[in-house]
């Protein structure tokens, strides 16, 4: 059987002895390290939980926070960007420029406009994601009639 020093008097005693036959403490084998080291342990367990259900609740604020950079932060590239196959379905008849930019994130180039009877017509071209990928809208009056694309992903 394992022998210890009891914590309390120093004589040796059965370290699954739980009062010690000396001077009668109990668990006699349970030093005081053991203690401290097992008092860790329930602490590092408890922070472990305490982190876990802390990371679940930073999850929502998390996504907020890329939500809002998204909104906050989105850029209109002066230049071509490459525009994808979601971008070009999100586009709705009847929308103006102005939202179709937002949502294509840059500017088309301004292929052709002609003016009939007061009805404005303008093409524009963007450059797709894709080789050699691209759309075009046609707008009436500031207003999407129109749209086609090749190739986009
Ligand atoms: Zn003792």
Not at 8 to 34: D, H, M, N, W
Not at 60 to 89: D, F, K, W
Not at 118 to 140: C, D, E
Request: aromatic share 8%.
């Amino acid at each position: 059987m394992a022998m210890t020093a009891c914590r309390e008097c120093g004589e040796q005693v059965s370290k699954s002895a739980r009062t010690c036959p000396y001077c009668g403490i109990s668990s006699p084998g349970f030093s005081a390290l053991q203690f401290v080291t097992s008092l860790i342990v329930v602490l590092l367990i408890g922070a472990g939980i305490a982190g876990a259900i802390g990371n679940q609740n930073d999850h929502p604020s998390a996504a907020n926070a890329t939500t809002r950079g998204a909104h906050g932060g989105r850029q209109i590239a002066e230049s071509a960007c490459g525009v994808s196959m979601a971008q070009y379905l999100a586009l709705k008849t009847d929308m103006t420029y102005t939202t179709v930019v937002s949502i294509l994130g840059c500017y088309g180039e301004e292929t052709s406009s002609s003016e009939i009877a007061g009805f404005k017509s303008v093409l524009y071209t963007w450059r797709g994601n894709g080789f050699a990928a691209n759309m075009n809208a046609i707008f009436q009056n500031g207003r999407l009639a129109s749209k086609a694309q090749f190739g986009l992903k």
